[in-house]
Structure formats: C-alpha cells, structure tokens
C-alpha cells in the first residue's frame, strides 16, 4: 500500500512539472488595441465584391480572369518558397518579422489602391481590351510578390508576439470580437450602394461607387497596418543557429500536425463556388440580401464569443476544429435542397429566410471557427519547434499552404470558366440572365461549395496534439527558450567584452 501511495505521489509530482506555464500576459492594452486595429484592416476591405468587380464593374473577360489567375498562381508558388526561406534566416533586433510588415505597408497600399482605380484608367472598355489586361495582369504579379511577403509575415507574428498560451487565446479573441463590430462595415455599405445605383436612387455609376470605396478602404487598411507594424514586438525567441532551406523545408513534412494542416488545405481547396453575390444581384434582384441575411447571425456572432470558452473545456480541439471548418457546408446543402423546392431559388422572401436561417446557424460556431484553427495552426508551428529544435515559422506557412495553392489556381480558374459555361452573361443588368443560369448560378452557390468543401473533413480527425501532449510540450519548450535567452545572453557580454578590449 505504501508502495502504491509513493508511486501514485511521484506520478502526480511529474504531472505538476508538466502543467504549462499559465497567467503571464506579455502583450500590454496599448498593444493589444494596436492588434485590434491591425486585424480590422484585414477585413477592411471590398475584397467579397471582387467577383462583381472584375466581371461587371472593370469589366475583365472570366477566360482572362482564368487565364490571369492560374499565371498568378504558379508565380505564387514559386515565389513562396524563396520568400519563406529569407525570412526564417532572418533575426535583426527588430525581430524576425516586423521589418518586413513595416516594408510592405506603403507599396501594397499603393498597388491596392491603383487596383480599385483602374475602372478611371480603363473606362467604358470591353473586357478583352489588351492594354486594360496588361496592366491588370502586371498588378497582380506585384500585389502577388508583396502580399506573399506581407502573409507569411502576418502569419508569423502572432506565434511569436507572445510566449504564453493563454496570453495568445486573449489577444486573437479580443482582435475577432472587436474586430468583428466594424470591419464589416465597408462590404455592408457597398452592398447598400450597389442595389441603390442599380435602382436609379443615387446617380453615379457603379464604377464612381466602386472607385471611391476600393481606393478609401484601401488607404484606410493600410494606415491601420502600419500603425500596428512600428508598435508590435516579438518575444518568443529565435534559435542561435538558423536552418538550412533543406532543413526549414523538411522540418513540416516532419511534423504530423503541419502535415494534417496541409492536407486539409489542400482537400478544402476543392471546394467550388462562386461569390454569393452573384446571385442575390442577378437572380434575387437584390444585392442588399447579403446584409439583410446576416442580421440575425450578427446578434450570434458576438455571442459565440461566450460560450467558445466552455466548448473548449468540454470538447476537443480537434472537434471542434472540425464542427467549425464543416458546420456551413452541412447548411448550403439544406439551402439547396429548399431552393430546389417548387423553384424557391427565383423567390425573393422565401430565399431571404433559408439564407438567413443559414447564416444563424452558422454564426453560432463563429467564435469557434476564428479561433480555434488560429490556435491550431500556432500550436503545430510550436510543435515543429519543439520536434526540431527551431522555429520554421515562415517555410511552415508556406509548405502547409502550398499544396492548396496548387489546386487553387486550377480551382480559380475553374470557378470563373464555370460562369462562361453555364451562360452567364456580363454587363446584364439584374434579372436578364437566361433561366438555366440563374438555376446553375443557384447550384453554384449552395450545393456546388457545400459538396466539395465536405472534402476537407477527413484529416482533421486525426489530429494527434493531445492535453497532455500539449503540457509536456510547452513544458520543455519554456526551459529550452530560457536556456536560448542565456546563451544570447552570453554571446551579447562577449561581444561587448571583445569591443571594449
């Protein structure tokens, strides 16, 4: 008995040493607002009404959309992994990813800019219009090299912006919750616009509409971004000794977490779709149901924030990963089997309420789905540390994302192909489609993403990163970190030492 009690003792005592280091918060309130501010300006934007833009509004052919995006895609590709390289073999004082968030916040504001200007350099013209394709193409080739740099940096910062867990749960719930009051605002408006210059009740074209939103919102995000990028700091320390590109690339096929990760990407970019606002503008008649469908959900989103914190004490990480990624797609299959009714899908009031049915229920995971694939992702990143002995942050982002970019550009480009094959027709104005592509622009909307992004599902059920997993694993990353603090330390006081001598 004594025996047993000893051993039931020691099992405890190891079971303590391996409770994760909890409850110090390194990222003070000013910082945290700055957060806040840096990822409204993701979303501050028109980029859910690029579709519309480019098909109705500047005008770009959907072959050359096709075309355009799969050459932006390889280039994509390709350009990732020198990226990735570059920056995990970077370490200035600044630290590994700032200087690069700071570099990037003028020009990619700029080429944003003149993108949603380009309806003022190219007006009135056809959408094979050469000189218009040209340049529409060499912009996106740049924004493409920018933006990569600016995500992979973006991706970066919050692992290592704090060391502390919990501190990281605090930060991306605060930026999702606040966030979520006011970066919809800009795509609610343009909504409103949209159906109020298609009605003839605001006298301005649609490209004035469009320019003046894009270039604004554009200059907006990028004050915002910068702002954060001089007031952020990075803490988690990087090893002494950098990793080869051989190394940093092999490191994420290493690691089972990151390799999950990338093959769910990768299935969940079968998904095949196009914009929802296609068809409330052309088959609804009324852009606004977008704004209009999200009213209910907008009272649950904020919600959600409540009770994520008890779902993930009762439930795994890995259920709810999935539950969230997968809720909205079981919904669009329900909206398609009832818009399939008696021709419900032409029907404006009917539609309005499946969808917003649709939008209710899925807002009730919104909190879930912001937050726990954020941590997920920082978790197999620490995890790939805690295999290999350094961080790969920037080459893990990249390989975990580089076979959906594959299949994407097909993807893209196949979606913007599907619209010339089902009929559609640019430039109409809101109910002169044909009646077989208001039906498979319906299909295209709700059954077609809804299918295919199911896909998805299957890695994320072996996700292998369990409580106790996680507890040795932060356990021994903090003492390794602690000895990497010293030695650089060390090497700082020989340095001086040497200088002065």
């Given at each position: 008995?004594?025996?047993?009690?000893?051993e039931?003792?020691?099992?405890?005592?190891?079971?303590?040493?391996?409770?994760?280091?909890?409850?110090?918060?390194?990222?003070?309130?000013?910082?945290?607002?700055?957060?806040?501010?840096?990822?409204?300006?993701?979303?501050?934007?028109?980029?859910n009404?690029?579709?519309?833009?480019l098909?109705?509004?500047?005008?770009?052919?959907?072959?050359?959309?096709?075309?355009?995006?799969?050459?932006?895609?390889?280039?994509?590709?390709?350009?990732?992994?020198?990226?990735?390289?570059?920056?995990?073999?970077?370490?200035?004082?600044?630290?590994?990813?700032?200087?690069?968030?700071?570099?990037?916040?003028?020009?990619?504001?700029?080429?944003?800019?003149i993108?949603?200007?380009?309806?003022?350099?190219?007006?009135?013209?056809?959408?094979?219009?050469?000189?218009?394709?040209?340049?529409?193409?060499?912009?996106?080739?740049?924004?493409?090299?920018?933006?990569?740099?600016?995500?992979?940096?973006?991706?970066?910062?919050?692992?290592?912006?704090?060391?502390?867990?919990?501190?990281?749960?605090?930060?991306?719930?605060?930026?999702?919750?606040?966030?979520?009051?006011?970066?919809?605002?800009?795509?609610?408006?343009?909504?409103?616009?949209?159906?109020?210059?298609?009605?003839?009740?605001?006298?301005?074209?649609?490209?004035?509409?469009?320019?003046?939103?894009?270039?604004?919102?554009?200059?907006?995000?990028?004050?915002?971004?910068?702002?954060?990028?001089?007031?952020?700091?990075?803490?988690?320390?990087?090893?002494?000794?950098?990793p080869?590109?051989?190394?940093?690339?092999?490191?994420?096929?290493?690691?089972?977490?990151?390799?999950?990760?990338?093959?769910?990407?990768?299935?969940?970019?079968?998904?095949?779709?196009?914009?929802?606002?296609?068809?409330?503008?052309?088959?609804?008649?009324?852009?606004?149901?977008?704004?209009?469908?999200?009213?209910?959900?907008?009272?649950v989103?904020?919600a959600?924030?409540?009770?994520?914190?008890?779902?993930?004490?009762?439930?795994s990480?890995?259920?709810?990963?999935?539950?969230?990624?997968?809720?909205?797609?079981?919904?669009?299959?329900?909206?398609?089997?009832?818009?399939?009714?008696?021709?419900?899908?032409?029907?404006?009031?009917?539609?309005?309420?499946?969808?917003?049915?649709?939008?209710?229920?899925?807002?009730f995971?919104?909190?879930?789905?912001?937050?726990?694939?954020?941590?997920?992702?920082?978790?197999?990143?620490?995890?790939?540390?805690?295999?290999?002995?350094?961080?790969?942050?920037?080459?893990?982002?990249v390989?975990?994302?580089?076979?959906?970019?594959?299949?994407?550009?097909v993807?893209?480009?196949?979606?913007?192909?599907?619209?010339?094959?089902?009929?559609?027709?640019?430039?109409?104005?809101?109910?002169?489609?044909?009646?077989?592509?208001?039906?498979?622009?319906?299909?295209?909307?709700t059954?077609?993403?809804?299918?295919?992004?199911?896909?998805?599902?299957?890695?994320?059920?072996?996700?292998?990163?369990?409580?106790?997993?996680?507890?040795?694993?932060?356990?021994?990353?903090?003492?390794?970190?602690?000895?990497?603090?010293?030695?650089?330390?060390?090497?700082?006081?020989?340095?001086?030492?040497e200088?002065?001598?």
């Amino acid at each position: 008995m004594a025996t047993e009690t000893k051993e039931t003792q020691v099992a405890e005592e190891e079971k303590a040493k391996r409770k994760l280091p909890k409850g110090r918060r390194y990222v003070g309130s000013g910082e945290t607002f700055t957060y806040v501010l840096f990822d409204i300006a993701q979303s501050f934007n028109l980029d859910n009404k690029k579709t519309y833009y480019l098909t109705d509004v500047l005008v770009i052919s959907y072959w050359w959309q096709a075309i355009v995006s799969t050459c932006v895609g390889v280039w994509d590709i390709i350009n990732d992994l020198f990226l990735a390289a570059i920056v995990d073999r970077t370490n200035t004082r600044y630290g590994k990813f700032k200087p690069y968030l700071i570099i990037y916040a003028i020009p990619g504001t700029v080429m944003a800019m003149i993108y949603w200007g380009l309806p003022v350099m190219f007006p009135e013209t056809s959408g094979t219009f050469m000189p218009k394709i040209v340049v529409y193409f060499v912009l996106q080739m740049l924004q493409n090299l920018a933006s990569s740099l600016y995500e992979i940096s973006k991706t970066g910062i919050i692992s290592t912006i704090t060391p502390d867990i919990l501190d990281r749960t605090r930060l991306i719930n605060q930026a999702n919750l606040f966030s979520s009051l006011v970066e919809n605002i800009p795509k609610q408006l343009c909504t409103i616009f949209i159906d109020l210059v298609n009605h003839g009740v605001m006298k301005i074209k649609m490209q004035t509409l469009f320019v003046y939103m894009g270039v604004g919102t554009a200059f907006c995000a990028g004050i915002l971004a910068l702002f954060f990028s001089f007031r952020v700091k990075e803490r988690v320390l990087q090893s002494v000794e950098k990793p080869s590109f051989k190394n940093a690339f092999g490191s994420v096929f290493k690691s089972r977490p990151l390799m999950l990760l990338m093959v769910s990407d990768f299935l969940g970019q079968f998904t095949v779709s196009t914009n929802v606002s296609l068809y409330y503008t052309n088959v609804l008649n009324l852009s606004s149901a977008e704004l209009i469908v999200g009213i209910p959900g907008m009272f649950v989103t904020y919600a959600s924030y409540a009770y994520v914190g008890k779902l993930r004490e009762r439930f795994s990480t890995k259920a709810l990963w999935t539950v969230g990624s997968h809720w909205g797609d079981m919904l669009y299959i329900g909206v398609y089997l009832f818009g399939s009714i008696g021709k419900n899908y032409k029907k404006t009031v009917p539609m309005l309420l499946a969808f917003m049915a649709r939008e209710t229920l899925w807002n009730f995971v919104y909190a879930m789905r912001k937050v726990v694939p954020e941590e997920i992702r920082n978790e197999a990143i620490d995890y790939g540390e805690w295999q290999n002995g350094y961080r790969t942050e920037a080459m893990a982002g990249v390989v975990k994302g580089l076979a959906r970019k594959m299949v994407s550009t097909v993807m893209t480009g196949f979606s913007s192909i599907l619209l010339g094959l089902i009929g559609y027709k640019q430039g109409l104005k809101p109910g002169q489609q044909s009646a077989r592509t208001e039906r498979l622009l319906f299909t295209m909307t709700t059954l077609l993403p809804g299918a295919t992004g199911l896909i998805g599902i299957v890695p994320k059920l072996f996700y292998n990163i369990d409580a106790e997993t996680k507890e040795r694993m932060y356990k021994e990353l903090a003492e390794r970190r602690a000895e990497t603090a010293k030695t650089l330390n060390e090497m700082s006081a020989n340095e001086s030492a040497e200088s002065e001598a």
